[in-house]
């Protein structure tokens, strides 16, 4: 499917992209904590792999290379809010409150590791959801992210131990 999507065949591409819509969303929510800006970004995703198709080389499966880009786009686009960022913590603890009220109100559960994980910094909580989540190496995770493994692994570990810290809070 991926090659006839390549080779510009509309159904195939747009079969490739709903199989692995989902997944995308559900990752980006997890790293945003914040359901406009998943949705925004997963959309931003799309277009931009579509757009880059031609680039998909196969060594990692279809749903890593996207992830990678939804990443990057993610990271990117946190990079750009720093001058704004008073205001972006507020729309996160706006977004936060919405997406427990989506969860809770879907029959989903809000618990305390979303919420301690929306505490973390974004480098430590995307190196946890990558390696302890969605069981991605730490050298994978570093290709994907375009950083050393070593800095994975630290910034993981940094990580869980933030979040023993936060889960302690809530305990």
């Not at 999507?5 to 199989?19: C, H, K, T």
């Not at 080389?57 to 890593?64: L, P, V, Y």
Request: charged share 30%; with cysteine; proline share 1%.
């Amino acid at each position: 499917m991926i090659e006839r999507a390549r080779q510009g065949d509309p159904a195939a591409m747009a079969e490739l992209f709903q199989q692995h819509y989902s997944f995308l969303h559900k990752y980006l929510l997890k790293i945003s904590m914040n359901s406009t800006l998943a949705e925004d970004i997963a959309q931003d995703t799309v277009l931009r792999c579509m757009e880059h198709l031609h680039r998909y080389n196969g060594t990692s499966s279809f749903s890593s290379w996207m992830i990678t880009i939804g990443t990057r786009i993610y990271l990117d686009k946190m990079r750009r809010r720093k001058r704004e960022r008073a205001w972006f913590l507020k729309e996160k603890e706006q977004g936060l409150r919405k997406l427990k009220w989506q969860l809770e109100s879907g029959g989903d559960a809000w618990n305390e590791m979303l919420e301690s994980l929306s505490a973390l910094s974004d480098d430590h909580r995307i190196a946890i959801l990558l390696k302890h989540y969605y069981g991605y190496s730490y050298d994978e995770i570093g290709e994907m992210l375009g950083i050393p493994a070593g800095t994975v692994k630290s910034r993981a570990s940094y990580g869980i131990q933030s979040l023993r810290k936060e889960l302690k809070r809530h305990v």
